[in-house]
């Protein structure tokens, strides 16, 4: 079967590519091993981040996004490239055209890059599509309905909240403040409370099995390796749930706070709307345990996790690109 289409949630921490009819083909890490010598690309994906933390001098593994938004051109480019082939299976009879996924709160020049980054990696069209939609229409949400929707996506570099209706975002905030962030702020947290160094993987680790965005009486605990800071000499200490809840706290009131504006934002009708059906909530930092009731609790709208949350934009990006004319009012720009 000839791909003609793909579909891309082009993610800080993750890049995922659905394609119609297929499904996700590639759920890999957006990351890029390049030599420093000669800036030579040496891995994408899965394999450069095995090398993150652990490559000699003459090779960096780095994340060419940034909260969302190219923070290396070349590289992003190199990488989409990598992706584009990935999906194709080295079969290029055609040149796909390539949806694209980006924050709510782009820029006009970031989205430019987007679209000639994608474009200059092998698309024949590039079309860009905002996160929040993407991702309701991943969540199975009929944004065509005159019916308000809310929708709260938290990626790897942003969290994307909208109120949408008609095809069209009302409302939105784009705070950044994702997964990536609530890594540094474990790390940072271990730092300062128990003078450890741990490094960024282990960081996400521990956010993975013991992240929690409540207290709770019975907390787990782990065993974290790093480096003391005092004596500079490997270290082993127990850390619990209760640590990690309160390291995320100030990032957890901040995606409170942007939901809160967004609903100031929204007209009484639609405001409506949300109490009746609640609040949705995608993206693979939702699947933060309990995160659903801490913002349930702080807004006084129910809230669900949309089923395979991670997915959500990814699908909706493929869904929305094999269907442009059911959904071209929510379509950004076309190259």
Known sequence: MFIRKIGIDLGTTYTLVHVPKRGIVINEPSVVAISVNDKKIL????????????????????????????????????????FINKALGGIKLFRPEVMVAVPAGITPTERR????????????????????????????????????????????????????????????????????????????YIRRKY???????????????LGSAMYSEGPAVLDVRG???????????????????????????????????????????????VIDKG???????????????LISRAIGVPVYVADDALLCVAKGTGIALDNLDLYKRSILATK
């Open 279 to 293: 609040i949705i909530m995608a993206g693979g930092s939702s699947l933060l345990r309990n995160i659903d009731q």
């Open 195 to 209: 003078n450890l160094a741990i490094g960024e993987r282990t960081s996400e680790e521990i956010k993975i099995e």
């Open 43 to 82: 891995a994408v994906g899965d394999e450069a981040k095995e090398m993150i933390g652990r490559t000699p001098d003459s090779i960096i593994a780095i994340r060419p996004l940034k909260d969302g938004v190219i923070a290396d051109y070349k590289t992003t480019e190199a990488m989409l490239r990598y």
């Open 113 to 188: 890059a987007v679209i000639d980054a994608t474009i200059a990696a092998g698309a024949k069209a590039a079309y860009i599509i905002k996160e929040p939609i993407a991702s309701a229409i991943g969540a199975n949400i009929p944004i065509g309905s005159a019916s308000g929707h809310m929708i709260i996506d938290i990626g790897g570099g942003t969290s994307e909240i909208a109120v949408i209706s008609l095809g069209g975002i009302v409302a939105a905030e784009s705070v950044r403040i994702g997964g990536t962030r609530f890594d540094s702020s474990i790390s940072e």
């Open 227 to 273: 480096r003391d800071m005092v004596s500079g000499l490997p270290k082993t200490i127990t850390i619990s749930s209760n640590d990690v809840t309160e390291a995320l706290q100030k990032d957890l009131q901040g995606i409170i706070e942007a939901a809160k504006e967004v609903l100031q934002q929204t007209p009484p009708e639609l405001s409506a709307d």
